[in-house]
């Protein structure tokens, strides 16, 4: 089972900061298949980031995704208010498809 | 317009069974997977496993393979998440999800359309 590890925990930014959040997997990702999910309290998770880094339909151009092997990274440019949430990455290039454990956008 | 939509809250006791669907429409049903993934109160998310409704075809995650089942009836484009005897331990947030492509038991799909989860709660 691939193991993923995310940092930091929480990470505290103001509006407008750029904000970058990782994803280390145990084992290498199959075919970069990897995926980033934001999800708001009380809402289900919104697919932001597939493949590592193709943008899934509707998503803005300041979340953009990139890495390969075990070291994946998603990127806000510029955060809005919209974008304080928690971000969680899923590989699915090896069984098991596991999710990690998040990473929480706080403002600070 | 691509729309899961779950069923409603569960409150059950320790022991009996489950059966909660996720109804997919604006899309052809048969032609995605349809995964389930759990949220624990707090948690982050676990995937469950994944079923193809055109063929039937399952995927499980070890760590629920036996403990959950899941099945899909095409005619009416429902998917389902079933217990035969709930624990305790099953208190969460079950969400439904459509696969973007293929998956088999070696690589799959991220979920590019999510269900708004069903709220299961275990109590005697």
Redesign the interface.
Known sequence: EIVLTQSPGTLSLSPGERATLSCRASQSV??S?L?W?Q?KPGQ????LI??ASSR??GIPDRFSGSGSGTDFTLTIGRLEPDDFAVY?C?Q???????????TKVEIK | EVQLVQSGAEVKKPGESLKISCKGSGYSFTNYWIGW?RQMPGK????MGIIYPGDSDTIY???FQGQVTISADKSISTAYLQWSSLKASDIAMY?C?RA?GYCS????????F????TLVTVSS
């Open positions: 199959s075919s298949y995926a999910y999800q289900a998770p919104r697919l597939y493949d899934a339909t969680y899923q699915y290039g090896s069984s098991q498809f596991t999710f990690g454990p998040g | 993934v982050g998310l676990e995937w995650s070890p760590s969400y999800a973007r038991s070696t690589s799959c799909s991220s979920f590019d999510w269900g708004q989860g």
